[in-house]
């Protein structure tokens, strides 16, 4: 069974910066692919930003592009989501989650191809 157990949020004023982390236990961590997703209030759910397996492929929302990055550490079977340049719109509640994939196929984008999520970790940036 896989775990997934974000760390890392906060409160932060405007243009200030947060890493995120998303701990795996179970699995083998290297086989999968990993993506950020966040849900703010009244907004339905937002994919943020993923990784393949092959830890080239990436894939960002428009809206943070430039200024989130995401990156892995098989070695410690950690996703991460540096973000800098908060803005107030990025407040929401952060949720990683993992999929088994081989390396020929494309990174996914839809939450629901993602089997494992964790629990969340709150984001909450001030004006």
């Known amino acids: 069974q896989v775990q997934l157990v974000e760390s890392g949020g906060g409160l932060v004023q405007t243009g200030g910066s947060l890493r995120l982390s998303c701990a795996a236990s179970g699995g083998t961590f290297s086989r999968f692919a990993m993506v950020w997703f966040r849900h703010a209030p009244g907004k339905g759910r937002e994919l943020v930003a993923a990784?393949?397996?092959?830890?080239?492929?990436?894939n960002y929302a428009d809206s943070v592009t430039g200024r989130f990055t995401i990156s892995r550490d098989n070695a410690k079977k950690t996703v991460y989501l540096q973000m800098n340049n908060l803005k107030v719109e990025d407040t929401a509640v952060y949720y990683c989650?993992?999929?088994?994939?081989?390396?020929?196929?494309?990174?996914?984008?839809?939450?629901?191809?993602?089997?494992?999520w964790g629990q969340g970790t709150q984001v909450t940036v001030s004006s």
């Open positions: 990784i393949h397996r092959n830890d080239r492929d990436t």
């Open positions: 989650a993992s999929r088994h994939v081989i390396l020929t196929v494309p990174l996914s984008l839809q939450p629901t191809d993602y089997g494992y």
